[in-house]
T-cell receptor, first 114, second 109 residues
């Protein structure tokens, strides 16, 4: 069973640029969630995708967008990068089993915006 | 508003001592709570969930709806328990996990 993978591991971008982060979900999982974890903070929910549709969104502006593909892999796109976007971005996949399920996290992508 | 609070950023204990990591939540519905753990250089992983009432690695957590708490306990801490612990609330059954700020547990020999 392959776990959740994310790419790239690290990324440095300049303010105003755009970035795309990628996530491959665990085998058999059709739901992907994205989280932003600032230094010293817990992860904050950005959004979730289920069967290629956005299934919920946290308090993030529209410049944070995502996609899920038929193979359930996912992308997080951030436009017009700001310094405060510097964080660890975590992807988590899960099987949709109804009311309660476990989310399996990837290792994260460390984004630095200068 | 939904919120998870972990009042301690750092908890330091000696090996063999009891451990309690505090978690309080604010949620109007029926809460579903989890503890996640992140060991050094490893990814975030589920430790336990309240509905399963399991004991994982000697840790237990009881949901107290009256006090809106979900504290994590272990009677005898081990050095390998040193890690970052996050309490999380599942919001609206839509996959949104609301995390606390985390507590770093340091178990000294």
């Amino acid at each position: 069973e392959t776990g959740v993978t994310q790419s790239p591991t690290h990324l440095i971008k300049t303010r105003g640029q755009q970035v795309t982060l990628r996530c491959s979900s665990q085998s058999g999982h059709n739901t992907v969630s994205w989280y932003q974890q600032a230094l010293g903070q817990g992860p904050q929910f950005i959004f979730q995708y289920y069967r290629e549709e956005e299934n919920g969104r946290g308090n993030f502006p529209p410049r944070f967008s995502g996609l899920q593909f038929p193979n359930y892999s996912s992308e997080l796109n951030v436009n017009a990068l700001e310094l405060d976007d510097s964080a660890l971005y975590l992807c988590a996949s899960s099987p949709w089993t109804g009311a309660s399920y476990e989310q399996y996290f990837g290792p994260g992508t460390r984004l630095t915006v200068t | 508003a939904q919120r998870v609070t972990q009042p301690e950023k750092l908890l330091s204990v000696f090996k063999g001592a009891p451990v309690e990591l505090k978690c309080n939540y604010s949620y109007s519905g029926s809460p579903e709570l989890f503890w996640y753990v992140q060991y050094s250089r490893q990814r975030l992983q589920l430790l336990l969930r309240h509905i399963s009432r399991e004991s994982i690695k000697g840790f237990t957590a009881d949901l107290n709806k009256g006090e809106t708490s979900f504290h994590l306990k272990k009677p005898f801490a081990q050095e390998e328990d040193s890690a970052m612990y996050y309490c999380a609330l599942l919001y609206n059954q839509g996959g949104k996990l609301i995390f606390g700020q985390g507590t770093e547990l340091s178990v000294k020999p």
